[in-house]
Nanobody
Framework: HVQLVESGGGSVQVGGSLRLSCVAS????????MGWFRQIPDKEREGVAV????????EYADSVKGRFIISRDSSKMTWSLQMNNLKPENTAVYYC???????????????????????WGQGTQVTVS
């Protein structure tokens, strides 16, 4: 069993920065891919940035490339999303996620594109105005 706990959301002005963090506990070594997804009302959850636990390979949604950075500390099973130059369209509930197996690009495009169990954090609100 794996549990994910997020922190770091909040409200920020346009152009500001926020850092989200996720800590995993439990059978974390079984999770190969970690990432961040977001959701706004009446929309499907979409990928923001994903990373592999061992090699640190990354993929980003086109809309956040150059502004957001995903990183991980595989020894502590934590990962973060540094969000810079935030825009109003970045307002959403952000969820961290971990999955047993994935290919980064397909998983980023659709969280259903993975193998094995997947876990979600509780979600944290990010508001940019």
């Amino acid at each position: 069993h794996v549990q994910l706990v997020e922190s770091g959301g909040g409200s920020v002005q346009v152009g500001g920065s926020l850092r989200l963090s996720c800590v995993a506990s439990g059978d974390t070594m079984s999770r190969y891919c970690m990432g961040w997804f977001r959701q706004i009302p009446d929309k499907e959850r979409e990928g923001v940035a994903v990373i592999t636990r061992i090699h640190g390979g990354t993929e980003y949604a086109d809309s956040v490339k150059g502004r957001f950075i995903i990183s991980r500390d595989s020894s502590k099973m934590t990962w973060s999303l540094q969000m810079n130059n935030l825009k109003p369209e970045n307002t959403a509930v952000y969820y961290c996620a971990a999955v047993t197996g994935c290919s980064l690009t397909p998983w980023l495009r659709n969280p259903g594109n993975r193998s094995g169990p997947m876990n979600w954090g509780q979600g944290t609100q990010v508001t940019v105005s």
